[in-house]
T-cell receptor, first 114, second 114 residues
């Protein structure tokens, strides 16, 4: 069965600093990977996704992620964060065939301080 | 256009009571998913509809949980004999079928069982 591990439950950073949110997945087959953001009292919003092709994926709001098959990782990065990036971030893997449901990590709370 | 909507936004009930949670997907989205997000956790899959039929209900925790989608659009998640452990945010998502298309999430219904 697929599983997704987000290594940090909370990440505090200062405004304009770079940030990396870590995600590892476990699967014996090819995967499709996603990062979602959840702002307080809002639904999940897709930041970016990896399906195939280039391992560096660019998303909205200046975020990017790199798929690394050998390390089974899909870490999310942003070179300079803003206060408005404060939110919960979820890494997810889509199951293959059938329902194509998402398996989520436990989330990483990013707090950007002034 | 309109996104996925869920009603009510908040539901407080007493242990043992019956509740219904409603999801209105994006028009034209044939695939619909229900997830449950407990405090401090990522969303967990409950059930998947393709059209009117439940194609995958492997995530339903027990037979107190049931969902329907009689006309292939609106879906209702039904919970009988609620327990305190059912307290969570219930998320609905819809998508265009196939092609690993993005799942669009609603804002969720926060269920509290007293």
């Amino acid at each position: 069965a697929q599983s997704v591990t987000q290594l940090d439950s909370q990440v505090p950073v200062f405004e304009e600093a770079p940030v990396e949110l870590r995600c590892n997945y476990s699967s014996s087959v090819s995967v499709y990977l996603f990062w979602y953001v959840q702002y307080p009292n809002q639904g999940l919003q897709l930041l970016l996704k990896y399906l195939s092709g280039s391992t560096l994926v660019k998303g909205i709001n200046g975020f990017e992620a790199e798929f690394n098959k050998s390390q089974t990782s899909f870490h999310l990065r942003k070179p300079s964060v803003h206060i408005s990036d404060t939110a919960e971030y979820f890494c997810a893997a889509e199951t293959q065939g059938g329902s194509e449901k998402l398996v989520f990590g436990k989330g990483t709370k990013l707090t950007v301080n002034p | 256009g309109a996104g996925v909507s869920q009603t009510p936004s908040n539901k407080v009930t007493e242990k043992g009571k019956y509740v219904e949670l409603r999801c209105d997907p994006i028009s034209g989205h044939t695939a619909l998913y229900w997830y449950r997000q407990s405090l401090g956790q990522g969303p967990e899959f409950l059930i998947y509809f393709q059209g009117t039929g439940a194609a995958d209900d492997s995530g339903l925790p027990n037979d107190r949980f049931f969902a329907v989608r009689p006309e292939g659009s609106v879906s209702t998640l039904k919970i009988q004999r609620t327990e305190r452990g059912d307290s969570a945010v219930y998320l609905c998502a819809s998508r265009v079928s196939g092609g690993h298309n993005e799942q669009f999430f609603g804002p969720g219904t926060r269920l509290t069982v007293l």
